[in-house]
C-alpha cells in the first residue's frame, strides 16, 4: 500500500507561480513512477507530468516549459512546480504512484488538490 496527500493547492491570478506537493508513504525505491494528473470541471482525468525512478520526465504538451516535476527522497515528497498559469490549467491536480511492473503494477491515488487560476 501506498498513502499519498496532497497539498499547496489554492487560488491564483493567471501568470502566477504555486508549488503542490505529494507525500507517499514508502520509501521511493519500491515506486517505479509518480506523477501528476489532473481533471477540469466535465473533462477527463489528464496526464501532467510524470517522474520515473531513474529520473526521466514526461509533460503534457500544454504543460512543457511551465511545469517541473522533481522529488525529495528525504521527505519522501514530490512536487509540481507551476508557472505561467493559465485559467485552463484550473482542475483538480492528483497524485499518482505506481509500483511494480507490466502485469504486477498497482496504481495508488491521492485525494486530489484543487487549483483554481482566475483571469
Known amino acids: 500500500q501506498v498513502q499519498l496527500v496532497e497539498s499547496g493547492g489554492g487560488l491564483v491570478q493567471a501568470g502566477g507561480s504555486l508549488r503542490i506537493s505529494c507525500k507517499y508513504s514508502?520509501?521511493?525505491?519500491?515506486?517505479?513512477?509518480m506523477g501528476w494528473y489532473r481533471q477540469a470541471p466535465g473533462k477527463q482525468r489528464e496526464l501532467v507530468a510524470t517522474?520515473?525512478?531513474?529520473?526521466?520526465?514526461n509533460y503534457a504538451d500544454s504543460v512543457k516549459g511551465r511545469f517541473t516535476i522533481s522529488r525529495d527522497n528525504a521527505k519522501n515528497t514530490v512536487y509540481l512546480q507551476m508557472n505561467s498559469l493559465k485559467p485552463e490549467d484550473t482542475g483538480v491536480y492528483y497524485c499518482?504512484?505506481?509500483?511494480?511492473?507490466?502485469?504486477?503494477?498497482?496504481?495508488?491515488w491521492g485525494q486530489g488538490t484543487q487549483v483554481t487560476v482566475s483571469s
Open positions: 514508502r520509501s521511493i525505491f519500491s515506486i517505479n513512477a
Open positions: 499518482n504512484a505506481i509500483t511494480g511492473l507490466g502485469a504486477t503494477s498497482t496504481s495508488y
Open positions: 517522474l520515473t525512478i531513474d529520473s526521466r520526465t
